[in-house]
């Protein structure tokens, strides 16, 4: 499992400086599963336990050729994923975003980097005019990182998602240019 090999190779300090924002290509479904997987991830997501490789790869295959898919990548490693999935039609200049960080990597401004960056691709490359995303009420950092990028709170979905024994809530946020 290469990912759980990024905490004990760490020779010198993280630099954000030193990760390298790039397009999700087939060949990282591996990587992004081993990511996925991880419990700070997962938590955060809709996403089952033990996703298999199959399972990511499919979905990265069944993109739509709107959709703005990157991963983060830092000495080889991927530690973090983002992406704009486009809607069709009427409502063709909205997105849905979702955003995942390495658990060894959360908290530190990696999150903020890959958002701005989808961002500046939403707006000035592809005229998304409103970006949605559905967030846990109780993930307070993904909240206030959404918040510092201009999203706002439309509602709230309650007993959205069933995780870890109990069903929680979660918050509908958008961004409109």
Request: glycine share 8%; hydrophobic share 40%; net charge neutral.
């Amino acid at each position: 499992m290469q990912n759980a090999k990024i905490a004990d190779n760490q020779d010198d300090e993280f630099q954000l400086s030193d990760v390298v924002l790039r397009a999700a290509r087939l060949d990282d479904a591996e990587a992004l599963t081993d990511m996925f997987n991880l419990p700070g991830v997962r938590h955060g997501t809709l996403r089952q336990p033990f996703q298999s490789v199959e399972k990511t790869r499919k979905a990265m295959e069944n993109r739509g050729p709107n959709d703005v898919v990157i991963v983060g990548e830092w000495r080889g490693k991927i530690i973090a994923n983002g992406g704009l999935y486009r809607r069709a039609g009427r409502q063709a200049h909205i997105a849905d975003l979702v955003i995942s960080i390495h658990d060894d990597f959360a908290g530190k401004r990696l999150g903020s980097h890959l958002l701005a960056t989808l961002i500046d691709t939403a707006d000035n490359w592809h005229d998304i005019k409103r970006i949605e995303l559905n967030v846990f009420t109780d993930n307070l950092p993904a909240i206030k990182l959404y918040e510092k990028f201009g999203f706002e709170r439309e509602g709230t979905l309650r007993n959205d998602a069933y995780r870890d024994g109990k069903y929680v809530d979660a918050h509908v946020m958008a961004r409109l240019r």
